[in-house]
Nanobody, 123 residues
Framework: QLQLVESGGGLVQPGGSLRLSCAAS????????IGWFRQAPGKEREGVSC????????YYADSVKGRFTISRDNAKNTVYLQMNSLKPEDTAVYYC????????????????WGQGTQVTVSS
């Protein structure tokens, strides 16, 4: 059974850092495009960062460029999202998602989802 489990969320002060993890079971992550998405209350789910399965190319939303970094550890079958210089507007539930053929960082293109982890940036 294909499963994604996120961890690493929490409460952090503005300017702080968190590293989210997305651990996969039941499939091999390096054959899938992986995306991190977030959804704040009253807002649509948005693509934060995605990494392709073919060449490892990455995408970042303009709002997180220079602050967030996506990476994958194939040996651990895990994808990470390092988040630095966090801002209150980064507060949201963060989801990781996987898909064997997704090419764009849009939630509609991803079939497999984790349960989400809450990130709250507040002083």
């Amino acid at each position: 059974q294909l499963q994604l489990v996120e961890s690493g969320g929490g409460l952090v002060q503005p300017g702080g850092s968190l590293r989210l993890s997305c651990a996969a079971s039941g499939f091999t992550l390096d054959y899938y495009a992986i995306g991190w998405f977030r959804q704040a209350p009253g807002k649509e789910r948005e693509g934060v960062s995605c990494i392709s399965s073919s060449d490892g190319s990455t995408y970042y939303a303009d709002s997180v460029k220079g602050r967030f970094t996506i990476s994958r550890d194939n040996a651990k079958n895990t994808v990470y999202l390092q988040m630095n210089s966090l801002k209150p507007e980064d507060t949201a539930v963060y989801y990781c998602a996987a898909d064997p053929i997704a090419t764009l960082c849009k939630s509609s293109g991803y079939d497999y989802w984790g349960q989400g982890t809450q990130v709250t940036v507040s002083s």
